[in-house]
């Protein structure tokens, strides 16, 4: 795959990245997996690798630390696999009942539970240093003042070499990276076809300005876009689903290729360099991804699936 350097670093990655949050089956308590669960994970992870995959996301809170851990695992199986990739993980959701039965499920940025979140993520991945690390859903409660100095102790001890978040908006990214040292290199968003938000939030206009690199989380909408997607009877946008894979299957014809691979292409266009995130497991289905990467589409044909996905002509 093509490469592309994050956020004008010198951390380069290829254009799409694999991402492991099915790596084990979310929201199980933080047990073992089981050894089916472990060796499918490991398989999908060695695959991408071997696929050319460079950029490897995962979180804390996936199947409650298990992906994490079988990610760690894959790392250990192929030599040089740690140290031909970026590693990615995020911090900051906390389950519902932690640490006392009556708490709800919530967003945690103070500045002992990054730390010790990090300390988590380093001993289940197996690894001395983070890449980039990320804050994976905003904290109303977050103040920058003590997110800032967690963040500094972690780049100071050595544990994370650079920083990220996900699911801000523009005015929530400003506002943190006016209290930090280190510069945010990447913010990672919903955006697919069904989910134009960025286009029209400013999210990608700040990436631009501000050199932060979009990571797209699910880029083919938890499936709705893939191969072999119907659309459900019951879709609040039917109409518009219809329409959207309708000219992805019109475009994909025209260059021999399915019509998920279509999807990320759309999102490999757009000059903010977005990064989709494949998520699938399956082997197969993560070498066919890779493929997005040879389609250049026209401005024209962009378009063409821009207005579908917008349910009506531009202005």
């Known amino acids: 795959m093509k490469t592309q350097q994050i956020a004008g670093t010198q951390l380069v990655t290829t254009r799409l990245a694999h991402g492991g949050m099915r790596l084990f089956e979310a929201g199980r308590p933080p047990k073992k997996p089981t050894r089916d669960q472990g060796d499918r994970g490991i398989e999908s992870c060695v695959a991408a690798y071997e696929a050319g995959y460079r950029l490897f996301d995962t979180a804390d809170v996936y199947g409650r630390g298990g992906c994490e851990k079988i990610f760690g695992e894959a790392l250990k199986r192929v030599e040089g696999f740690r140290d031909n990739v970026l590693i990615a993980t995020k911090c900051g959701i906390r389950h519902a009942q932690e640490p006392v039965p009556e708490a709800p499920q919530r967003f945690d940025f103070a500045a002992d ?110 499936g709705l876009l893939g191969d072999n997607a119907t659309v459900p009877p019951d879709h609040p946008a039917r109409a518009i689903l219809e329409e959207v894979l309708s000219t992805l299957d019109s475009i994909a014809g025209s260059y021999g290729v399915s019509r998920s691979i279509i999807a990320l292409a759309w999102l490999l266009k757009h000059p903010a360099r977005i990064i989709p995130i494949v998520g699938s497991v399956n082997p197969q289905h993560i070498r066919d991804a890779a493929k997005a990467d040879d389609i250049d589409l026209t401005r024209e044909q962009w378009y063409q699936l821009y207005v579908a996905a917008r349910g009506e002509p531009m202005p």
């Open 113 to 222: 539970h990054i730390l010790a979140s990090c300390e988590g993520s380093l001993k289940r991945l197996g690894i001395d240093t983070i890449d980039i690390y990320q804050l994976h859903r905003p904290d109303a409660l977050g103040d920058p003042h003590e997110v800032a100095a967690a963040l500094d102790k972690l780049k100071q001890q050595g544990k994370v070499r650079h920083f990220g978040v996900s699911n801000f908006l523009p005015s929530q990214v400003t506002m943190l990276q006016r209290w930090l040292n280190a510069p945010l290199l990447v913010n990672q968003v919903k955006i697919h076809l069904m989910h134009l938000a960025c286009f029209e939030d400013g999210t990608l206009d700040q990436c631009l300005e501000k050199q932060i690199t979009p990571l797209a989380w699910s880029p083919l909408a938890s």
